[in-house]
């Protein structure tokens, strides 16, 4: 196997580190860190108003009044006592300042320093450990112990209470059926390596009514690892959530990552000419590259840069390079 | 490149295809050696290492003529141009009605829009999302001079931007049109980060024009390889003395680039569109954009399926490319052709251009015909032109070389080379239905070759490329082919697809029931794979 053949197949990180992580803000949040602020898990960050509106107000002009500064006592004119809110802009010199009535704690489901606060934007927050990053993570940013589920598809019965405050990792693929139960039983978070579009916009509809509703269920999120069709978990990615099973992790969904802190967890780099193959019939099984091929024509009579890859049934594979992919 | 190399590397390094051709010096010309397309993930040199090796393998002289060893592909000089990803632009204006002219022009120069418009999006969400991170830029624009509808808003629209603008001092702001008086709003412009700028109005109608120019710089650096594509269809024009029409179908965006060489002291045609809606498959694809893809699939998928299918197409656009993943990307080329032409509109009322060019990840895995077949799908004009392929994705490095005389000396050399013709198309249009149109005999080299013209169906002749031939058309009523007339002599090349005839309809009507598309489709495809009639 030449080194350099190898190389020719896309690389994907298996553990990214360091993981700045974003939450985002809108105009009327506040932030409750600044910029270099340590910040330890379940620290309160910032709060969220739910239903942000826009008042027009008479505020007294004093210095450090300007967009996008924090503004609370009474007005010029008025003698309402406002709760406060965000200076937005000023015109003809009324300010329209972002208030709301009920605000939410977020908090911080990882310990790190604080990187960033722009008010209106985001807080950007650097993570203590490292992270597996997915393609896709539907929810809020949650937290819970790690708890291997089925291998293959997760169904709402096999759910009990007993997995409640986890990150239950899921396998192939999910319904959202399953997931909608998930959260109402307690379940802090799903790991899954596809999620189909329909199931998606399904949980993402739920998702819509749970933020209407006045009482909140506690965080949950859906990390995506690999993509909409069902295929199983890559055996590098298996592995790590292995390790991690029984430890305390945290999803995030800027980036979609799961963020886990465990210093003392070596993870192997995987054996160089370790592929996956990602899709077409031999989707999901992984072998050892053994050298690129050149040009091949496959079904469809399209002829593609191929390699040899030798499967662990003692079996070799002439496979597109595109449906490759190896762990760096 | 400042020395005298005997050959060098030509990179487009996509989003998704990065693509390696060798060009060496020979026989006293550039000449195309190998390339070679991965995927963006495979390590550069790595992929630089194995096109070197195939041409010390394949042909051991010339390799040492152009002193190419074993590894030692690495090393040569590189002439590399990387096509950036779309950034998003919030398109703001104080009416709907001027919003749409905005909207239209910036949605073809590069950039992914957010429309938002005084009386459509409340203060509140429009501040939202100016400071919306992924927001790097935003265009206010409003009639010159203002509209009725416009004068009264457009005061507290500028303080509600220059604040956000304060807040946000990367951001980039373009005051088009009337939007220009209210540049007072924004203080001390020279000392912000971001530019602000003061642009010309919008022009209802016609897209293009001096904005879309201002946008494109603002969207993509000057070596940005899908701006390379206007310089290097202006060298193919000037060269070939003839109208070129470059398209491209990225993992990103579609481009089209059109060039019409000087004429009679007439300053030579560039223009460019860059639109990132055209991108081959979607980010998270609406039920429009997975119907677009539907109709032209011959797959039979639901809607759900589909999009599944188009979202793991974006997430891994090599993977699953065999078999029906041939299909699914033809349809979804088919449809980000469509909305490349629905962001171009003012393009149909052009002379149809002597060659197109096929260009952009969209092609890598398709075979020639099918590439052919595609275009003539949705790029439909009555007229006859060629049609090539830039198969080593060689055009946009050579559009990025700087020196114009240097860039055309360069494709001169390279022309035969870059394009592989996929044939000559001839499309008349107003057949009438149901009964033979007239025939077409061309006289080639070899002989004459006679075929009767049904409506409805494509007439292929087997033209290989290298060859020429006079097709001389004799129609039973008048038809439009670029005029108007019942008997033609066009001059035709040959091409891996040959001389096409295509009788069907202009613009293609598809039949409503997904089996009898599906079918019709199929047949289609089957006729040009084959080279019969259909």
Redo the contacts between chains.
Sequence with gaps: MSE??V??????QLISSPVDA?FGL???DRALVAAGDSVVVGAPIAERLRD???DELDVPIADGT???SRWAGTPRRGDERRDGGEL????HGRW?V?TGDIADPLESPFAGIVREV?????ITIRAAGRGIRG?VALGSATRGRLQAGSDGELRSGGLDVGSAGTILVVGSRVGAETLTRARAMGVRGVVVAGL???ERRDFLASEARQRAALHRLPTFAVLVL????RRPLAGAVQAVLGALSGHEVAIVTDPPMLVFDLPQLVIPDPPIDLVRI???SLAGREGRFIR?I?PRR?????H??AGLVHLPDGTTAAV????L?RFV | MTSEPRAFLALDIGAATTAAALIGRVGGRWRLIGS????????L???I??LGD?VVTADPDLAAALDIRQGSATDLPRLEVASQPPRRLAVIAASERSLAPLVATASRSGWRVVPASVEST???AM??LL???SVTGVLVGAGDPPGADERRGL??LA??V???A???PDLTVILGGGMAEHQGAFGDVATRMGEVMLGPAAERGTPGGPLADLLIELAFPPDDARRSLAAGAMAIAEILDRRVHVVEVGFNAGTRAAAAPSVGGITPLVDLAIVPAAALAPADPDDAAVDRVGQWSTWGADR?RL???L??LR??P??????????LRMAAARAALGRLSDATPEWAERAPADLVIATGGAWA???APSVSLALMDVLRRPGAGQFALDHARILAPLGSIPDADERRTMIADLIDDLLAPLGTVVTPAGLRSGRSAGSVVVHGANGSTRLDLMPGGLALIDLPPGTSAVAEFRFRDAVRLGTRGRHFAIDVTGGLGGLVVDMRDVPLRLPDRADLRGELLESWQAAV?SGRNA
């Design positions: 350099s053949n190389r020719l197949v896309p690389a994907r974003v809108r105009p009327g942000a509106r826009l300007r967009a996008g937005v802009f000023d015109w329209r972002a722009r008010p209106g934007t985001g393609v189909s579009s329909k690999d993509g909409a069709t990602r899709s077409g690129a050149g496959f079904t469809g009579g399209v593609l840069e597109p390079i595109g449906d992919e | 070679l397309s991965m995927p963006a993930g495979a390590d040199d790595a992929v290492a194995v195939r409340e203060p509140l501040t939202t400071l919306d991170r005061g507290e303080a509600l220059a604040a956000a304060t807040r946000r759900h999009r599944d299918r979202r793991e997430i891994a090599w993977a699953d490319a065999t078999g029906d993943g041939v299909t895995v398709a075979t794979a």
